[in-house]
């Protein structure tokens, strides 16, 4: 049996790179003749470093990455070989091949984010990726001769956004670059029930799940509580630390998207996860300081299967609310990316 080893984001604290990693740990494992670890990036900022020499171990860990770190122990298979920007770990030839993906791992904008998270370490180590993001709709001049390096060499590429392709297209003269759905659509709303787990302070209450990892949106948050109140409805937020929900896991998230009436957010997972419940949802576009534009992610997600009418525009939320959602359309495009990615993962890590 082949031996894969998965390079993603492993930071604890955002519910999408824990669900996307364990969701492609289980894809591979489902759909090919092979076992999966992920390895552990260590490179870091100069503020973590820092961190880390000033404060032991066992006090970096808050309450909210503890919830973290325990749905890792419980449901993802973590090697033990840690991997960074500079070293090289002889161990890693022990893997057959390396996959890099999903989620932002190619964000120009995160310094962490360079040669490790394109596995170039050996040449003679197969390396591909699936559904790889850059995060952005161009990557920063200082970088681009380094990523176009990095990508050339590896076996196959596959990314999760039409502008990703662009990109890589751009970077290296490729043309055989593949854009697939995220790996957290390739297990069904059955699988993510194994996963999941109710918050222990929800009491059963009609509620709006809210998730913004972007700078606030005023407009939206004052038409959101006027719309909660004329129907009843709690907002539950997941993100603010003043929230009674701020503290919990990957698991009751999955239960909390599976179970609202409305999710509004600026998360591309969260929408993942509204698609696949089946959920009515309204995203608006994630703003960062100092940070490039994230929409493509969003742009290309709601093209796929349709979901453009989602998309909030300034003063518009009960027109989104109100229109219908076509999910037996949605199903159909669903079984046939999953099947073009499962084909991919198995041309590419069986042979």
């Not at 289980?26 to 552990?40: D, G, M, P, Y």
């Not at 180590?125 to 990523?147: M, P």
């Not at 796929?304 to 037996?328: A, H, M, Q, T, W």
């Amino acid at each position: 049996m082949k031996k894969v080893g998965i390079i993603t984001i492993t930071g604890l604290g955002n519910y999408g790179n824990r669900l996307q990693n364990y969701a492609l740990q289980q894809a591979i494992e489902k759909s090919t003749a092979c076992t999966c670890e992920t390895l552990v990036n260590k490179s870091c900022r100069i503020k973590g470093y820092i961190k880390k020499i000033i404060m032991p171990t066992h006090d970096l860990l808050t309450e909210r990455e503890q919830v973290f770190q325990e749905f890792n122990d419980k449901f993802v298979h973590f090697s033990d070989i840690k991997i960074n920007n500079i070293s090289k770990d002889r161990r890693i030839l022990e893997y057959d091949c390396l996959v890099c993906g999903s989620d932002q791992i190619w964000n120009s904008d995160y310094p962490e984010n360079d040669k490790a998270n394109f596995g170039y370490f050996f040449e003679n180590l197969k390396t591909i990726s699936y559904a790889a993001s850059f995060g952005t709709d161009s990557i920063n001049e200082s970088k681009k001769h380094r990523y176009a390096k990095y990508l050339k060499r590896m076996k196959a590429i596959s990314v999760r956004e039409d502008k990703g392709k662009e990109l890589a297209e751009q970077l290296t003269g490729r043309t055989d670059i593949c854009v697939h759905v995220d790996p957290t659509f390739l297990l069904t709303a059955e699988d993510w029930g194994k996963v999941e787990k109710r918050p222990q302070m929800y009491r059963g209450e009609k509620y709006i799940l809210k998730y913004f990892l972007g700078e606030k949106n005023s407009e939206l948050n004052q038409q959101l509580e006027k719309y909660a109140a004329t129907h009843r409805l709690q907002i539950i937020d997941v993100i603010s630390p003043d929230s009674p929900y701020y503290n919990i896991g990957p698991s009751e998230f999955l239960y909390l998207e599976r179970n609202a009436e409305l999710i509004v957010t600026d998360s591309f997972h969260s929408c993942v996860f509204a698609i696949i419940y089946q959920r009515p949802f309204i995203v608006a576009e994630r703003k960062e300081k100092n940070l490039q534009g994230m929409g493509s992610r969003i742009d290309t997600l709601l093209k796929k299967f349709c979901l453009e009418d989602r998309k909030y525009v300034d003063g518009d939320l009960e027109n989104i609310i109100y229109s219908e959602i076509d999910y037996n359309h949605i199903n159909k495009v669903l079984e046939t990316e999953k099947n073009i990615s499962f084909q991919y993962l198995k041309r590419h890590l069986e042979n």
